[in-house]
């Protein structure tokens, strides 16, 4: 958005303002002979994350605070399907839901409510195997991967990744100690299928398996 003129600084941007702007347009918003233009002649690049870490922030970002969307369209539907005597009040708000219960979730096939972006896989989300990218950054080391990738495209030098959490800044970012913490809570067998559901997303971008027991 800086680099298109919609903001002096990243530092002028807000949370909301970048994801529910308008600003930032989807490829699938333009006719085909737009989007191949764009798939042919952009510069393209993909940030991908651990995937268990990613699902775990999602979780905690989405399920931990309060969420006028996500706590009634998914909170609901998942205490509904596997919380045993759940209260009428969590039945009415979806607030609440336990990591084991999210993953329960996400891994039965006949799931009660659809996927979303935040947990999907990325080799679907982004079709990698269709759209040759340019650049391939990880969140891992984000902040050296984006101005390295803002170096590729002879950014302005003053252009830099902000370093800024912009939601629940109180809270520190999903590390992989945490992603631990939150998969103590599985099962042996339910943690081998959550890696199983993300085992084309390790594959791909080459992360390494995050529990010793998986195979």
Not at 91 to 110: I, K, M, N
Not at 138 to 155: G, P
Not at 194 to 204: G, H, N, R, S, V
Request: charged residues 20%; contains cysteine.
């Amino acid at each position: 958005m800086v680099l298109a003129g919609l903001a002096s600084s990243t530092a002028d941007l807000q949370h909301n303002t970048v994801h529910y702007g308008g600003a930032l347009k989807r490829l699938d918003t333009f006719d085909r002979q737009g989007i191949l233009h764009r798939l042919s002649t952009y510069t393209k690049m993909l940030f991908v994350r651990e995937p268990f870490e990613r699902l775990v922030s999602a979780f905690r970002d989405k399920f931990e605070h309060p969420n006028s969307y996500y706590h009634p369209v998914f909170g609901k539907a998942i205490l509904a399907r596997y919380r045993a005597n759940a209260s009428g009040e969590a039945l009415r708000t979806g607030s609440g839901v336990r990591f084991p219960e999210f993953v329960q979730y996400l891994l039965d096939v006949h799931r009660p409510v659809g996927m979303d972006i935040h947990w999907d896989h990325v080799s679907r989300l982004c079709s990698p195997c269709l759209i040759d990218y340019d650049f391939v950054g990880k969140f891992e080391s984000m902040e050296d991967d984006a101005n390295f990738f803002l170096s590729l495209i002879h950014a302005p030098r003053n252009l830099t990744f902000p370093q800024f959490k912009d939601r629940h800044s109180q809270e520190a970012r999903t590390t992989a100690g945490i992603t631990h913490q939150y998969f103590a809570q599985l099962s042996a067998p339910q943690r081998q299928r959550a890696y199983d559901f993300y085992y084309m997303d390790y594959l791909m971008f080459n992360y390494s398996k995050p529990f010793a027991d998986l195979y």
